[in-house]
């Protein structure tokens, strides 16, 4: 059984439709980035799979059973939004008792020893801290509450690299450890990539496709191409993207990378050589077409 799933979940706002129908799973144990546009509904399905908002439509599980108004499950999961929650004269500290009040698993011992890592005032208000000190408290309170399912909206946000860094090992050891699961919103694709082993890309309040991250780099690739002169490339091709520069093309083909090469090396090119794609380039071709082609603009 999956560790969460949404099926067909649909919510508006003032006939605003956020979330279309939306269909996602995430197993058990797994790193589950969720990206897409902005507007696209990650922060509204956020909300509702940690059981902030209540679907107009469609359900919303934590292994098999109902999110939204039950503490059962709530209790097994933590979530640190992009704007971190405290209230507004509580310290670290005060927010500190709040969570140990709420998770019947929290562990006061990690607590003090992850007070090494993270150093923030335990006695400020939290509001008077910085966005990366307020982010850091946050943290570190969601991991000593040793969830089931930890669910990070833009986590890294405001974060130097170093803390980013010791942030991601911490998350992973408990991933590795206590195969806790994880889902992660974030416009850093660069960073998901190296995390992440399944990504769900939402557009328009639908996932427009949810795989593995291996499976989709093994289901596009990028191959750069030099054809002798007079000869062209076969219609039949309809490669995603084709961008040229002198003789040199730049193709960006759905299949086998190896099947790909086979099929252009019989045009018996000057050179040929196929390489996988980054996240960020899965993510801007199979959104596609005009609305998110990189557009030259004339000023004037």
């Known amino acids: 059984m ?17 979330l279309d129908g939306l269909n996602l799973t995430v197993e058990k144990g797994s790193v589950y980035g969720l990206v897409g546009p902005n507007g696209a509904g990650k922060t509204t399905a956020i909300k509702h799979l940690s059981g902030v908002y209540r679907q107009d439509e469609g359900e919303v599980l934590m292994e098999g059973e109902a999110v939204y108004e ?23 500290g005060d927010m500190m008792e709040f969570y140990r009040g709420l998770y019947p698993l929290f562990d006061t011992g990690l ?3 992850l007070g090494e890592l993270f150093p923030v005032d335990e006695k400020a208000p939290m509001r008077r801290l910085s966005r990366g000190m307020q982010k850091q408290a946050a943290i570190r309170l969601a991991l000593c509450a040793r969830p ?14 170093v803390m980013r860094r010791q942030v991601w090992k911490l998350v992973l050891d408990d991933v590795a450890e206590r195969r806790m699961t994880v889902l992660v919103s974030s416009h850093n694709l ?3 990539e190296d995390v992440c082993d399944h990504v769900g890309i939402l557009h ?14 093994d289901n596009i690739v990028k191959v750069l191409i030099a054809l002798p002169e007079g000869k062209e490339l076969p ?24 099947e790909n090469t086979r099929r252009l090396a019989a045009l018996q090119p000057q050179y040929l050589d196929a390489v996988p794609l980054t996240l960020e380039e ?3 071709y199979e959104l596609g077409g005009a609305d998110y082609a990189v557009k030259d603009i004339l000023l004037s």
């Open 70 to 92: 039950n503490p059962a499950c709530k209790s097994r999961l933590v979530c640190v939004p992009d704007d971190v929650f405290y209230f507004p004269a509580a310290s670290t």
């Open 235 to 258: 219609e039949e091709l309809q490669p995603l993207h084709d961008s040229t520069m002198g003789r040199l093309h730049t193709l960006i083909l759905r299949g086998d990378a190896e």
């Open 148 to 161: 089931e399912l930890l669910i990070l909206d833009e986590p890294m946000d405001g974060l130097d690299p």
């Open 190 to 192: 660069r960073e998901l």
């Open 282 to 284: 899965i993510f801007i």
């Open 204 to 217: 328009h309040g639908r996932c427009l496709l949810e795989r593995s991250l291996s499976e989709l780099q």
């Open 111 to 113: 607590y003090k020893r």
């Open 2 to 18: 999956p560790e969460l799933e949404m099926k067909g979940v649909v919510k508006s706002f003032e006939g605003f439709r956020a």
